[in-house]
């Protein structure tokens, strides 16, 4: 039996993407999806995905996530559903610290939770598959999920690939230690060129414990994420691999009606804390996993936070 045929049908006239799709009202709404080459089932009786990415040029962080998109809206449209791809700001405080950028940041997270859930709601779409890559868009997206309250996945876009320098392999926290040994002369010009020409050698975030490798965890541990997708680096092929399975998941969510906060419970929360100190992870998990819980209606600040 085909797979189409195992899976129950979606009742449409119970999601949001009914009030752009449905009924001879909504036919200039039609008129616009028709123009992007959309038919009538992926229209009027599909379930509307919106594939949400902070992808950009910025940095290495976000720019596979693009690629991993097209992996999701793939994984979507198998199961059933019609994938709408947008993207939001980020900030990657790569970039942005150690000069004025760095008064952007945390500020971007709160930019990234408005804007996809405006974007959500302005198009009345039915569940999200979220894809971020670096420090403040991974709290952002999740933020987003939960205050909106539709079937959502979360996917980390995965962590950079070491370099090499002198026989070991090196990642951007050696170039931040190179600045120092370059200032009292133990590095020379040269040296300190060759390291940060092989640092970064490919796409992904900062290859360490750091904020964006530390949400990930998260992602993982409040259940937002499918189990072991955090872990690959961003240009691997099974990376590919789980963004897909995530557009298959999000739609099982719509099937069975399962929300974030049905899962993003305080215990989940209690949960990722504890994976934070557990791991040694970054101290902004005690800004980002307060701000998810209060997105989901949960009282848990800095205080509980430590208490963990």
Request: with cysteine; aromatic share 4%; charged share 20%.
């Amino acid at each position: 039996m085909p797979d189409d045929a195992r899976r129950p049908a979606i009742d449409k006239s119970r999601l949001p993407s009914r009030h752009v799709t449905v009924g001879p009202e909504r036919a200039p709404h039609r008129a616009f999806l028709y123009s992007m080459g959309l038919t009538r089932e992926q229209i009027e009786d599909q379930p509307i995905i919106g594939v949400a990415t902070t992808w950009n040029e910025a940095a290495p962080c976000n720019i596979a996530l693009s690629r991993q998109a097209q992996a999701a809206k793939k994984g979507v449209a198998a199961a059933g559903g019609t994938p709408r791809e947008f993207t939001t700001i980020t900030v990657t405080d790569g970039i942005a610290m150690g000069h004025e950028g760095m008064k952007s940041s945390l500020v971007s997270r709160e930019v990234i939770a408005d804007s996809v859930e405006l974007t959500m709601r302005g198009h009345c779409y039915d569940a999200m598959v979220g894809l971020a890559g670096c420090d403040k868009s991974l709290p952002g997206l999740m933020m987003a999920m939960l205050r909106l309250n539709v079937p959502s996945v979360f996917m980390y876009g995965g962590s950079i690939l070491p370099g090499r320098f002198k026989g070991k392999d090196v990642t951007i926290g050696n170039v931040f230690e190179a600045v120092g040994a370059h200032n009292v002369g133990d590095l020379s010009d040269e040296e300190l060129h060759e390291l940060e020409c092989v640092a970064c050698p490919s796409s992904g975030s900062c290859g360490g414990l750091f904020t964006a490798n530390t949400m990930a965890c998260v992602s993982e541990a409040i259940g937002l994420a499918l189990p072991g997708s955090a872990g690959a680096p961003a240009p691997y092929d099974s990376r590919d691999a789980y963004a897909e399975a995530s557009g298959e998941a999000v739609m099982e969510l719509i099937r069975r009606n399962i929300r974030p906060r049905d899962i993003v419970t305080r215990k989940a929360i209690e949960n990722a804390a504890m994976v934070v100190a557990a791991a040694g992870g970054s101290t902004n998990g005690s800004l980002h996993i307060p701000a998810i819980a209060h997105e989901a209606g949960i009282d848990f600040d800095i205080h509980a936070f430590g208490e963990i």
